[in-house]
């Protein structure tokens, strides 16, 4: 069967089943991640970016399948969309839980001056405490 | 003995002439004497190569601003003294300009401030706002200058040739788009492709350059992003495949820490290119992005070393000002990049 | 001045965000309006395209607030988005009905002008759910948005303490 | 089944494109803060845009593709939009 084929058809075939398969991997890796991963920002990690890959890599199978037709052009489109948004989407979702007051679970910092900018501190971390105020009947929004 | 001392700062706006007539108008109401500071801050030190550029554009605003203030004052005993604040250190966000600003009251003695409503230091997003909160911080009186202002559309617009680079850019963008995506060979795709882009670029085209374009350094930056993507493609392949084999190995051995970056691009969309490609790759994601300080959360150590490296800044940089803006030393060499507690997102 | 009181909460926008709607923005409107312009002759329609259209302006509220893309867009043409829509509908469907046909019987532009039945649709779709659609979707953002008000917000808060 | 032919593989793909997505619910429900289960979402998203285009390819039907593009602008301005809603009870907007 598979000799009657050419030999650009099987590279271009080789090629489309290991860019599949690669997408699939990463996405696995995304979803390990997201399920295994101790906090939002640990998670927002896979989330944005082998996630991103991953369908990146699938949407490029898709386009090599395609050819040269019409429908490629969306197919890139799609892909470039998808590497825009998604690291903003992710930025997004990051902003807003340390908006809201979420502390990051952080292993013993290996480096040494963690306290320079203590001083710093208050007026950096002021959005957090409103969140963190408005739940318990802080009315600062008047 | 002078009376009245002001701080004036300025920057290139279209309201920087009504405000430096508004503060020598209002000093002189309840003083006969006034000595007006007129200041420039900028964004840059002098050792980045567009540091030297900013340095003489902010000498001339200054010695416009001191011809206007001149006029103004007419026969009455005005002394003015300018300075170009800023060019031995990097100022990022309000904070540090509102310090600037404080410590110079101090020195010079000066009791008051007058903003102009539409401050925009250097080339950064105007960020008066957060500038007001900060200098109450300070604890410096601060009085905005009543000056017409425009709605935000008309804001936005430049000069005469500006606005039509800005329309004539995007009408070819979304006509090229359109064309993309219908039939080119087809009238009718043309007819409504002209339509649609005349609608885009006339809605859209002072939302979306909201800086101005340059005629040669616009198109070689699209080129060098060219150049660039595959680069930024490799380092996400590559930090992939790292942070795949941590998160699939049973121990998991990750160490999230929160970091702090002081990048050294501009405001807007280098911004965006930096903070995009460093979320895109894997292992660090940027939480917050005020101005130049990145609020970096990174999972694994190796990633870590690879943002304090500063390969992907250079990167950027690259891309937006040329070749010789990227041999700037790493944010580690520079200081810029350090770890902070968890509490500091 | 009263407005340092405001000072406390201030919440500044991400500029990452903003710029990448910044970016995506002349894109999602172009492709909106091919959708909208192709309603007829692919699946999916006018419908979908007047949706992108609208998104596009929500999209452009949520990165820069509300307050600066209704300075930006204003109400009237929002309003004349909708009407304007409407009035292309019953335009279409009582030009069919002046030339002999029932309303939007498409037949009558064929046999009277000799244009294919296709522009009579086009017509509609463009005019009649496009900018529709579009003007809708913007509307009852800005309604939903105006609509939200802080008293209510503070009862809500209260019943919670209450819980406590 | 040894899929032979680009299609069938796209199919595959698809499938287990699919049953990455459900894993995603657990996280979607269990997850303890809103931004876990709104970014287990935006992960479902993207990964039912890939599943789009797989089918897109694997069907032989193009419009798919259409779709896929407007189910990720969508996606997008969900995790905008309610990511800006979380602060603060959607004080600000």
Do not use: C
């Not at chain 3, 009263?2 to 910044?22: L, N, W």
């Not at chain 4, 897109?56 to 969900?78: K, T």
């Amino acid at each position: 069967m598979i000799d009657a084929i050419p030999m650009g058809e099987q590279l271009r075939f080789a090629a489309i089943v290991i860019l599949v398969v690669a997408g699939l991997f990463f996405t696995f890796v995304s979803a390990v991640g997201v399920l295994r991963l101790p906090d939002i920002y640990a998670r927002a990690h896979t989330a944005s970016q082998a996630d991103t890959l991953g369908a990146g890599l699938a949407l490029a199978a898709v386009a090599l399948a395609l050819g040269w037709q019409h429908a490629t052009v969306y197919t890139v489109l799609l892909l470039f969309f998808v590497f825009i948004t998604n690291p903003t989407a992710a930025h997004a979702i990051a902003r807003s839980a340390a908006e809201s007051g979420i502390t990051p679970v952080t292993s013993e910092p290996t480096a040494t001056d963690g306290g320079e900018r203590a001083d710093d501190g208050p007026a950096d971390s002021s959005p957090n405490t409103d969140g963190e105020d408005g739940s318990t009947g802080g009315g600062g929004s008047a | 003995m002078v009376d009245n001392r002001l701080l004036v700062p300025l920057s290139e706006t279209p309201t920087v002439r009504q405000t430096v007539g508004y503060a020598v108008q209002s000093g002189l109401e309840d003083a006969d004497e006034l000595e007006v500071h007129l200041v420039v801050a900028l964004p840059y030190d002098a050792e980045v190569p567009e540091g030297e550029q900013q340095i003489s554009e902010a000498k001339q605003l200054l010695s416009k601003a001191t011809r206007w203030a001149a006029e103004d004052a007419g026969n009455a005993d005005v002394t003015l003294e300018t300075e170009v604040l800023g060019t031995d250190e990097y100022l990022f966000g309000p904070r540090d300009y509102a310090d600037v600003f404080g410590s110079y009251a101090d020195e010079h003695d000066v009791e008051r401030i007058v903003l102009d409503p539409e401050y925009k230091p250097g080339v950064t997003s105007s960020i008066l706002q957060p500038l007001e909160r900060e200098l109450d911080a300070v604890g410096l009186p601060y009085d905005e200058a009543p000056v017409e202002r425009p709605a935000r559309h008309e804001r936005l617009v430049g000069t005469g040739t500006e606005r039509f680079d800005r329309y004539f850019a995007l009408f070819w963008i979304s006509f090229g788009f359109y064309l993309v995506l219908g039939d080119p060979t087809y009238w009718f795709d043309l007819v409504t492709g002209v339509a649609v882009a005349g609608i885009v670029s006339f809605s859209l085209a002072n939302v979306t350059f909201s800086f101005p374009l340059h005629r040669v350094e616009s198109p070689l930056r699209t080129l060098r992003f060219a150049i660039y993507v595959p680069y930024l493609i490799w380092e996400i392949v590559r930090a992939n495949i790292a942070i795949s084999y941590v998160i699939l190995r049973p121990s998991m051995p990750i160490e999230p820490v929160v970091t702090r970056v002081d990048a050294r691009v501009r405001s807007g969309l280098p911004l965006l290119a930096l903070a995009n490609s460093i979320t895109l790759t894997p292992g660090t994601l940027v939480v917050r992005a005020n101005d130049q300080r990145l609020i970096v959360h990174t999972l694994i150590p190796p990633a870590r070393e690879d943002l304090f490296d500063g390969s992907l800044e250079r990167a950027v940089r690259f891309v937006f000002n040329g070749r010789a803006a990227a041999r700037i030393p790493t944010p580690r060499e520079r200081g810029d990049a350090e770890i902070v507690g968890g509490d500091e997102v | 001045m009263s407005r340092s009181d405001t000072h406390g909460d201030t919440y500044t926008e991400s500029q990452v965000i903003m710029t990448t709607v910044k970016i995506i923005a002349p894109f999602t409107l172009t492709y909106g309006a091919f959708l909208s312009l192709h309603g007829a002759d692919t699946p999916g329609g006018s419908f979908q395209g007047g949706a992108i259209i609208g998104v596009t302006v929500l999209m452009l509220a949520f990165a820069f607030g509300i307050e600066p893309t209704r300075r930006w867009l204003k109400n009237s043409v929002v309003v004349g988005l909708v009407t304007g829509g409407v009035a292309i509908f019953i335009a279409t469907g009582l030009a069919t009905i002046a030339l002999g046909g029932n309303f939007l019987e498409y037949d009558a532009f064929v046999e009277t002008f000799g244009i294919a039945h296709y522009w009579g649709m086009e017509a509609i779709e463009v005019g009649g759910v496009a900018l529709i659609v579009a003007g809708v979707v913007i509307t009852l953002f800005f309604a939903t948005a105006a609509g939200f008000t802080p008293t209510r917000r503070e009862e809500g808060i209260e019943e919670v303490s209450q819980d406590d | 089944m040894i899929p032979t032919s680009i299609e069938e593989i796209f199919l595959l793909a698809a499938a287990l494109f699919v049953l990455l997505a459900i894993m995603m619910f657990y996280r979607a429900v269990a997850g303890p803060t809103t931004q876990d289960r709104l970014l287990a979402v935006n992960v479902l998203g993207t990964n039912t845009v890939v599943i789009l285009a797989l089918l897109a390819a694997g069907l032989d039907e193009p419009w798919f593709l259409d779709i896929a593009l407007i189910y990720a602008l969508l996606n997008f301005l969900m995790a905008v939009a309610i990511s800006k809603f979380t602060v603060e009870r959607g004080g600000v907007l």
